[in-house]
């Protein structure tokens, strides 16, 4: 038997992410947020929703390009950290032991460390009521090549360990269980 609740967003898992913003480093800081996710593939779209009261959200206004920052089980300790801390009291690069990297196409910086930085140019602002929706375009992504399929020039997800979140808690990814279309896919 199932129970009501009031009305939640209990769509999980998602992403825990790290966003980095900033246009130089006198203002370069990073933003936990799973409030993150895919909107479009042609043309490539992602969204970022953030409180309007938090220190990153005024730093967005004005350079209107982030990037997302895919992170690891590795990384889930300043993916924590860089969450609950704000970047006025502290440089969160600094004290994470993080590198700033140079973005190909916007001038916010990458997260080195992270296997996969998706850059994104803001295309509009949505305010929604709690937190604002940061629509934006993917308009460059880097990735690690250790992660690379030598073969196929895939990113191997699996491989990089990637962390997610549910509902206050983070997990590693676990193992594969099948891949799309396997269900339907004729037997050899």
Not at 30 to 40: E, F, Y
Not at 42 to 64: A, D, F, Q
Not at 89 to 109: F, I, Q
Not at 123 to 145: P, T, W, Y
């Amino acid at each position: 038997m199932k129970v009501d609740w009031k009305p939640g967003t209990m769509v999980y898992p998602l992403p825990a992410v790290m966003i980095s913003c900033g246009s130089e480093p006198p203002e370069y800081n990073i933003i936990t947020a799973s409030w993150v996710g895919t909107i479009c593939t042609n043309p490539p779209m992602c969204y970022i929703s953030i409180r309007p009261e938090r220190y990153s959200y005024p730093i967005l206004m004005k350079n209107m390009e982030f990037v997302i920052n895919l992170t690891t089980e590795k990384l889930a300790f300043a993916t924590d950290w860089c969450g609950v801390n704000s970047g006025k009291d502290h440089n969160k690069y600094e004290k994470m032991g993080l590198t700033p990297g140079k973005s190909r196409v916007v001038n916010a910086p990458t997260i080195e460390e992270c296997p996969l930085c998706i850059e994104c140019r803001v295309r509009e602002v949505m305010a929604l009521g709690s937190h604002d929706m940061f629509i934006a375009d993917v308009v460059n992504v880097q990735a690690d090549e250790t992660y690379l399929d030598p073969e196929t020039g895939a990113f191997d997800m699996q491989r990089a360990g990637l962390l997610a979140y549910s509902h206050g808690k983070y997990y590693g990814l676990g193992e594969m269980i099948g891949k799309f279309g396997w269900s339907v896919r004729k037997k050899k």
